[in-house]
Nanobody
Framework: QVQLVESGGGLVQAGGSLRLSCAAS????????MGWFRQAPGKEREFVAA????????YYADSVKGRFTISRDNAKNTVYLQLNNLKPEDTAVYYC?????????????????WGQGTQVTVSS
C-alpha cells in the first residue's frame, strides 16, 4: 500500500520559513518523480514544484520561484519543500504527489499517488 505522509506545516509570520517533508512508503521511491501542490480555501489546486527521479531537474511555479526549493533524498524515501520568504498568499494545504513516469509533470492529473496534506498558514 502506497503512503505519502506530509509534515512540517504550521503557522508562520510573513517573511518566515518552513520546511515541509513528505515520507513515502510502499513504492520504489527512486523511480518516481515527485511534486508539491497546494490548495487554498475556495481555490483550485495548483502546482508548486516538482523534481525528477534523480533530483537533477526541478521545476517551479512562477509564484514561488526564488523562494521555494524542492529536494529529495532517495536513501530516506523523502521529498522536501523549503519555503522561504513566505507571504500570506502562500497560505494553503500543501500536498505531495508521486508520478510513476519518467517525465516531471506540472499537472496534477499526471500524478499517481497523493498525500493527505499539511496546512501552511502565513500571517501578515
Amino acid at each position: 500500500q502506497v503512503q505519502l505522509v506530509e509534515s512540517g506545516g504550521g503557522l508562520v509570520q510573513a517573511g518566515g520559513s518552513l520546511r515541509l517533508s513528505c515520507a513515502a512508503s510502499g513504492l520504489t521511491f527512486s523511480t518516481y518523480a515527485m511534486g508539491w501542490f497546494r490548495q487554498a480555501p475556495g481555490k483550485e489546486r495548483e502546482f508548486v514544484a516538482a523534481i525528477s527521479i534523480s533530483g537533477g531537474r526541478t521545476y517551479y511555479a512562477d509564484s514561488v520561484k526564488g523562494r521555494f526549493t524542492i529536494s529529495r533524498d532517495n536513501a530516506k524515501n523523502t521529498v522536501y519543500l523549503q519555503l522561504n520568504n513566505l507571504k500570506p498568499e502562500d497560505t494553503a494545504v500543501y500536498y505531495c504527489a508521486a508520478d510513476a513516469t519518467m517525465f516531471v509533470a506540472t499537472i496534477g492529473g499526471a500524478y499517481d499517488y497523493w498525500g493527505q496534506g499539511t496546512q501552511v498558514t502565513v500571517s501578515s
